[in-house]
């Protein structure tokens, strides 16, 4: 805000408009009336927003500095758009830089995305990281990388390694589905629901589903909000859903729930969802079909064979280590095996949350990735289950460097946002979404169109895995199964050089199971009084939040 010396001078554009409008109104009595009514009227309208400044009550800012504070109001609106468009640096990612968002618009837009005079990127600043090459690279071949989840089912799925995460109906709109869905059909890759449950606008064009189902139940549960079987088993069944994905937390506000007001309850979304109308659509903090580890993948199993036999798994972000430990413990321990765990980042969020949530609570997706990969080779059953991640991902370079810390495959939400036309506006929570991808505003959503995105949705996963397929031929691979921490190096000072395998060395086959301490810090923590009976702390943990005492 403009600081005056003068204390008059905070009056200074009141001032100013009153005798304008005075002089107006003397040069209209003279006669001179075409060019000084319009300036009545100009001048005659300020001066009636500075009187209701000064004599208004609510807002300090006003009253002080009349006229001059609606300046301030009105720079500070455009604020995150003029950052965006002149200021921010194109490789500064808030959230999203303007270098990744243009990338996903050229490769939907199947245009040119080669860059002309090197990298804006600093090769010699600490945190760069890059993929070596090979003298010897291997040939080009088919980039439509496939993976088998459910090997064991009585109905597997083979998936794209690059796939939609999952994004509900209601905080996208109808038009943004149906591309979405559209998009993974002509692309063949698969598109997650989202905890909102299946739409009409997800089944319109039959691109393959992931179902998900969070702690609301929605288009599984009874009116009182607990799990419905028979529902759950009708819809699951559906020849169009390919997989069944329990959602115990997500990225973006991790062990937070949810409320969808009741005035933005429309019909589609309470006959979707199976909410009344008029009512707030609650999701709760956490589930009530299970409270212990073991009753999570007894209901995991139970998701598979209501399904029909579907490969079924739960989605998490990474948050207490013991509770992790916990539910792999009651793995190793019973043996019930889900078929795929998708691990969320706390950097994720296609939608909107608290500030704190956002900012400061959840295991970034690295780090937590790397953590459920460490324990399932520890248990010595990773080559049972496949791990899903998502996290900020909207390049090929993205892709290599999830899967080689341990991913099986990728989701992206917000990267194939942008391919639906998603400027980032950061509108996403107020219904004001300026390209119709995140609102329920007809006027607005329905002016994105279906057809355009769809193939624009196809072409930027097309695009994406070609890149991908180039840049494993040009580290002598043919498959991003073969990725490994030891191919992606960083740079951790101006002289020194680590791969990831050095950074984060990954415990050997079936080393958890050995009576020898793992030499693995957080193992060494938490993993022996982890309990699969129970998702509370360890006795030492439980005693500091009483005592305070370390």
């Known amino acids: 805000m403009i600081v005056f010396k003068s204390e008059q001078a905070r009056y200074l554009g009141y001032v100013l408009v009153l005798a304008g409008l005075l002089v107006s109104l003397l040069l209209l009595f003279w006669g001179h009336r075409q060019g000084w009514l319009a300036g009545v009227i100009v001048f005659g309208a300020l001066a009636a927003?500075?009187?209701?400044?000064?004599?208004?009550?609510?807002?300090?800012?006003?009253?002080?500095?009349?006229?001059?504070?609606h300046i301030r109001?009105?720079?500070e609106s455009f604020g995150p758009e003029i950052r965006q468009y002149f200021v921010e640096s194109d490789i500064v990612e808030v959230p999203f830089s303007?270098?990744?968002?243009?990338?996903?618009?050229?490769?939907?837009?199947?245009?040119?995305?080669?860059v002309p005079f090197g990298t804006e990127l600093d090769v010699y600043g600490d945190q760069y990281e890059w993929i070596n090459h090979s003298i010897a690279p291997t040939p080009h071949h088919d980039e439509n990388?496939?993976?088998?989840?459910?090997?064991?089912?009585?109905?597997?799925?083979d998936a794209s390694v690059f796939n939609i995460s999952a994004m509900s109906f209601g905080a996208l709109s109808a038009n943004a589905i149906r591309a979405l869905n559209k998009g993974a059909r002509l692309g063949g890759f698969s598109h997650d629901t989202g905890e909102?449950?299946?739409?009409?606008?997800?089944?319109?064009?039959?691109?393959?589903?992931?179902?998900?189902?969070g702690s609301g139940y929605f288009g599984c549960r009874n009116d009182d909000g607990s799990f419905n079987a028979d529902k759950f088993a009708a819809n699951a069944r559906d020849p169009q859903v390919k997989m069944v994905e329990l959602k115990l937390s997500q990225g973006a506000k991790p062990g937070h729930g949810g409320v969808l007001p009741a005035a933005k309850v429309s019909a589609e979304i309470a006959a979707t969802r199976g909410v009344p109308m008029g009512q707030d659509c609650v999701s709760p903090a956490r589930h009530t079909v299970f409270s212990t580890p073991i009753e999570l993948l007894q209901?995991?199993?139970?998701?598979?064979?209501?399904?029909?036999?579907?490969?079924?798994?739960?989605?998490?972000?990474?948050?207490?280590?013991?509770?992790?430990?916990?539910?792999?413990?009651?793995?190793?321990?019973?043996?019930l095996l889900p078929d795929f765990i998708v691990v969320d980042g706390a950097e994720g969020g296609t939608g909107a949350a608290p500030s704190e949530f956002v900012n400061h609570v959840g295991v970034p997706m690295h780090e937590g990735l790397m953590l459920v990969d460490n324990t399932l080779i520890g248990l010595g059953v990773r080559d049972r289950i496949r791990i899903g991640a998502a996290g900020k991902i909207t390049s090929a370079f993205g892709?290599?460097?999830?899967?080689?810390?341990?991913?099986?495959?990728?989701?992206?939400?917000?990267?194939?946002?942008f391919s639906l036309g998603c400027i980032q506006s950061r509108s996403c929570h107020n219904d004001k979404c300026p390209t119709g991808v995140a609102t329920q505003d007809p006027s607005r959503w329905k002016t994105l169109d279906v057809e355009d995105k769809a193939q624009r949705v196809s072409n930027f996963h097309g695009n994406t895995l070609k890149a991908l397929r180039d840049m494993l031929c040009a580290a002598g691979l043919t498959h991003p199964r073969e990725l490994g921490p030891e191919h992606i190096l960083r740079r951790v000072s101006p002289i020194e050089i680590r791969a990831l395998s050095q950074l984060y060395p990954r415990l050997h086959p079936g080393e958890l199971?050995?009576?020898?301490?793992?030499?693995?810090?957080?193992?060494r923590l938490f993993w022996r009084e982890a309990r699969s009976d129970s998702f509370a702390a360890p006795s030492r943990i439980a005693e500091m939040r009483t005592s305070k005492s370390f």
């Not at 209701?52 to 504070?69: M, V």
């Not at 064979?305 to 916990?326: D, N, T, V």
């Open 399 to 417: 892709l290599a460097h999830t899967m080689a810390l341990g991913a099986d495959w990728c989701n992206a939400a917000r990267g194939f946002m």
């Open 98 to 114: 303007r270098e990744q968002r243009t990338l996903v618009y050229e490769r939907a837009k199947n245009l040119s995305d080669v």
């Open 145 to 157: 990388y496939r993976i088998t989840i459910g090997e064991n089912a009585a109905q597997p799925y």
């Open 49 to 69: 927003l500075g009187t209701a400044d000064l004599l208004q009550a609510k807002s300090t800012l006003r009253r002080n500095y009349p006229i001059f504070a």
């Open 513 to 523: 199971l050995d009576a020898r301490e793992p030499n693995h810090q957080v193992f």
């Open 299 to 335: 209901f995991v199993a139970k998701m598979r064979e209501l399904s029909g036999g579907k490969p079924a798994g739960f989605k998490l972000a990474i948050g207490h280590p013991w509770e992790w430990f916990a539910i792999a413990k009651a793995i190793h321990e019973t043996g």
């Open 73 to 75: 109001f009105v720079l």
């Open 196 to 213: 909102g449950s299946i739409s009409p606008y997800h089944r319109e064009f039959g691109g393959d589903l992931v179902w998900e189902i």
